[in-house]
């Protein structure tokens, strides 16, 4: 692969050592999850990215090494992030004529859209074996995934294929696909921008919220928890409601946001007074401990709860528990009690995790699809020389019983996938087995 096109390269020397340095300094300082980290492996990594960060020739370079450091963490709320001036430069789907979208479907790299001008070109449904001759998850390894922060497997396998050809504009690759009749093809491609719009099959444009009746089951789409104006929307249909047998809330793309959005929400569904969410815990660090503990042996901590204390905060694994409470459940004008479905999949993350963790004990709801994402918690945010920032997690959260389930997604209650066939036939399993569960009841 290849680029022409000339990217920034302002930053010196300096300013690289330094970037790379606060976000080592504010990992070992802030990160919640430091104590799941090989600190040995990892200020190793450091050291050996300081002259790797002296050798970029270009800001976006340096920006990648950052990247590749940061996710070393594995976490999917610690990440570093472009300068806006190089990341209008840098391209996911756009290939001048074409334009294709990927998605990781049954451990393959499969084109689930297209521009309508190419899709018998390049069919959807067809996946694609190699890149740059190297077989595609062999390339994945080498040249993407290690540049993502995730807190799964499963979902930096999602990740890694939507950017299996993420880059800057100019940069060129060639691919080898195997389209649904079985036949092969290779295609060169290059980052430019496409002037064309329509996409196949068509996608309708994302909204904060939408809204269909199924005959006696309403379903209702909350595609983001980051705007207070969903309370509203979402009490506009509760006409529909009080007639509705049951409800389907899809928050399969749901990023996140806002938690008491999400729970506002909550308190129309559930009968409650007071419902139960995450417990919060976040780092602590007393400096006068941790020199205490220098001296201090594991041995020593026998019946020992000073010398405990001390090497625990020399360790630096010692938390600040918050103070729990319920969530109290505002006045309603109407609350809707029936059987409900919520649809959760890989991309269903942060604030929309912790709906599903205080919907737990909610026993008319189910949760249909795939596990969530698998990350959640408080980023704190700071700027890297050049005009790019980065975040890194200072809180966990967990299930009130101890339950963890960053790291890990939380499990629907029934299973459904989407298969390459239902992509190629345009259907939507998990909806549909929702719409049966809810007319079984």
């Known amino acids: 692969m290849t680029a022409n096109h000339k990217m920034p390269d302002n930053l010196t020397v300096e300013e690289k050592i330094f970037g790379l ?33 002296m050798n970029t020739e270009s800001d976006y370079e340096y920006y990648r090494e950052l990247q590749k450091f940061c996710a070393l963490l594995g976490d999917g709320h610690t990440n570093v992030y472009l300068p806006q001036s190089i990341d209008t430069l840098i391209y996911i789907s756009d290939f001048g004529e074409y334009r294709l979208f990927l998605e990781n479907v049954d451990g393959q790299a499969i084109i689930v859209r297209v521009n309508q001008s190419k899709k018998d070109v390049l069919p959807v449904g067809s996946r694609i074996l190699e890149v740059n001759r190297i077989p595609v998850w062999d390339y ?53 921008r496409s002037n064309e719009k329509e996409i196949y ?16 089951i309403v379903y209702v789409a909350l595609n983001s928890f980051r705007s207070n104006s969903l309370d509203s929307l979402f009490a506009g249909i509760l006409p529909q409601l009080k007639r509705a047998k049951g409800l389907i809330i899809d928050l399969r793309v749901n990023s996140g946001g806002n938690t008491g959005v999400g729970v506002n929400i909550l308190e129309y569904i ?27 042996n594991p041995a020593d901590t026998t019946g020992n709860y ?34 409900t479905v919520v649809l959760t999949g890989h991309l269903t993350a942060s604030a929309a995790e912790d709906f599903l963790v205080f919907a737990d004990n909610q026993e008319h709801i189910i949760r249909i699809g795939e596990k969530t994402y698998g990350s959640t918690g408080q980023p704190y945010v700071f700027n890297l020389p050049g005009g790019g920032f980065a975040i890194v997690c200072t809180k966990k959260d967990v ?3 101890g339950r ?14 989407r298969s390459l066939q239902d992509y190629l036939d345009n259907r939507d399993p998990v909806l549909e087995k929702a719409l049966e569960y809810l007319n079984e009841k």
């Open 201 to 216: 099959p068509p996608q309708e444009p994302v909204k904060l919220m939408d809204f269909k009746m199924y005959d006696q």
């Open 399 to 401: 299930f009130k019983d």
């Open 404 to 417: 963890e389930f960053v790291g890990y997604g939380i499990a629907p209650h029934i299973e459904v996938k």
């Open 21 to 53: 340095s606060k976000l080592w300094q504010e990992v070992n300082y802030n990160f919640v999850y430091l104590e799941k980290v090989d600190r040995k492996a990892w200020d190793q990594s450091y050291q050996s990215a300081i002259q790797t960060v």
């Open 306 to 339: 000073w010398k405990k204390k001390c090497l625990l905060y020399n360790q630096d694994r010692t938390y600040y528990t918050f103070e729990y409470s319920p969530w109290v459940c505002g006045p309603k004008s109407h609350r809707f009690v029936k059987p």
């Open 140 to 192: 994945i390894d080498r040249y993407v995934a290690p540049y993502i922060g995730s807190s799964t497997d499963y979902v930096l396998k999602d990740l890694a294929v939507m950017r299996l050809l993420e880059g800057p504009v100019g940069e060129t690759y060639s691919i080898k696909i195997m389209k649904p009749d079985g036949s092969t093809a290779t295609f060169d491609l290059k980052h430019e």
């Open 270 to 296: 559930t009968r409650d007074s007071l419902l139960y969410g995450p417990v919060s815990m976040s780092r602590e660090h007393i400096p006068v401990f941790k020199a205490w503990g220098n001296s201090v």
